[in-house]
């Protein structure tokens, strides 16, 4: 954690998160659907017949355009350069800490500004801080903060939600508000929330391919609960709010058959058995509860766990609501004698345990309803 800045102070970072963006999850689920579906159908398509897709990449670019929506806002996070570093930032620092560990304590201090792998997150955080929004009304009032009149800067961004502003509002001094500081707390956000966004709907969508018989029962679900809040919606003087999938943060309680499969899916394919790596994802955006076993729960569960639940849950109500699902052509599922068999969750080097990235399950647009 200390080279790769995982273990040092984020105070802000898990303030803003902690507080701002778990309160705020209600408020922000319009936005946070629109962009689902925006990334869902760009990376899926449309599918008119069945298609083989590595579910794994599509996942990974439709975690951080969904998670940057939240955390820097239009139109950064629909920026490719972006999107791509903050991916870019999540895998390698696995692939740094992994480096890191191959050598012992006393050597790393003198190994580490030199290891390949660190140096690539020193890039993407200066990348990073050249792309912040910093000058835009929208995310902060660059002329504040350049003459140091911290608290015009801070009222401003109060105003704004997403991220960013959450973060200079818990800041306590100028230089915690520069770029270069702002950019090093989206990146340790955006590591948690992309990591484990795209494992878990990753696993999801494996099993969902690989028992494509819970299809029906939970698109059923889907559909009952959006018609519900489509009428809820309909009489109420609040439509424009809540348009977007005719869901809201609320509505996820009563998708009561998603949250089953998903717990059954996490329990069979727990997000890591490292120690250490669930020490430090702690920190960050993971799904606990007394009914899960892959991270703590109670006062040391992680501040982003609301946040990350109800990002993959709207990735899933859009997958399933809108496409088909197999191991192969055709939308069958696993079959005995026949070769089709879940992809295999691979275990890495120090515990960590990943879907396999190479892997390719069939969709097809679903062809009653909607679409």
Not at 126 to 152: C, I, V, W
């Amino acid at each position: 954690g200390r080279y790769t800045d995982m273990g040092k102070d984020h105070t802000e970072g898990i303030e803003a998160i902690k507080n701002d963006l778990t309160l705020n999850i209600a408020r922000t689920f319009c936005d946070l659907q629109d962009e689902v579906k925006y990334a869902v159908g760009r990376e899926i398509g449309e599918c008119a017949e069945w298609t083989p897709i590595n579910i794994y990449s599509r996942s990974l670019q439709i975690g951080g355009l969904a998670s940057g929506r939240i955390f820097v806002g239009l139109p950064l996070c629909r920026d490719q350069e972006w999107v791509d570093k903050s991916i870019s930032y999540a895998i390698d620092t696995m692939a740094g800490i992994r480096a890191v560990n191959a050598y012992s304590p006393l050597l790393c201090p003198f190994v580490a500004p030199f290891l390949p792998e660190l140096r690539k997150l020193r890039s993407y955080k200066r990348r990073a801080a050249q792309m912040l929004p910093f000058g835009h009304a929208k995310s902060t009032d660059n002329l504040s903060l350049e003459t140091g009149n911290y608290e015009a800067a801070s009222d401003a961004n109060s105003k704004q939600f997403n991220l960013i502003s959450w973060m200079i509002g818990h800041s306590k001094d100028i230089p915690r508000v520069q770029p270069e500081f702002i950019a090093k707390e989206q990146l340790f956000a955006a590591f948690g929330a992309i990591h484990v966004t795209s494992i878990t709907v990753t696993n999801a969508l494996y099993d969902l391919a690989a028992h494509p018989e819970y299809i029906a029962p939970l698109r059923a679900e889907i559909d009952e609960v959006i018609a519900e809040e489509e009428k809820e919606q309909n009489a109420s003087s609040d439509i424009e709010q809540d348009r977007s999938l005719g869901l809201r943060k609320q509505s996820l309680p009563k998708l009561r058959k998603l949250d089953s499969f998903l717990k059954e899916s996490q329990r069979m394919n727990p997000l890591s058995i490292s120690t250490s790596f669930q020490s430090l994802l702690v920190h960050h955006f993971v799904i606990t509860g007394r009914d899960n076993i892959n991270f703590s729960h109670g006062p040391g569960a992680c501040p982003g766990r609301f946040f990350a639940s109800a990002v993959i849950k709207a990735i899933l109500v859009e997958v399933i609501g809108g496409w088909d699902v197999g191991l192969a052509e055709g939308g069958t599922g696993e079959v005995e004698g026949e070769g089709l068999k879940r992809p295999v969750t691979t275990v890495l080097p120090g515990g960590q345990r990943t879907p396999d990235a190479r892997a390719r399950i069939w969709f097809r647009r679903r062809k009653d309803g909607r679409a």
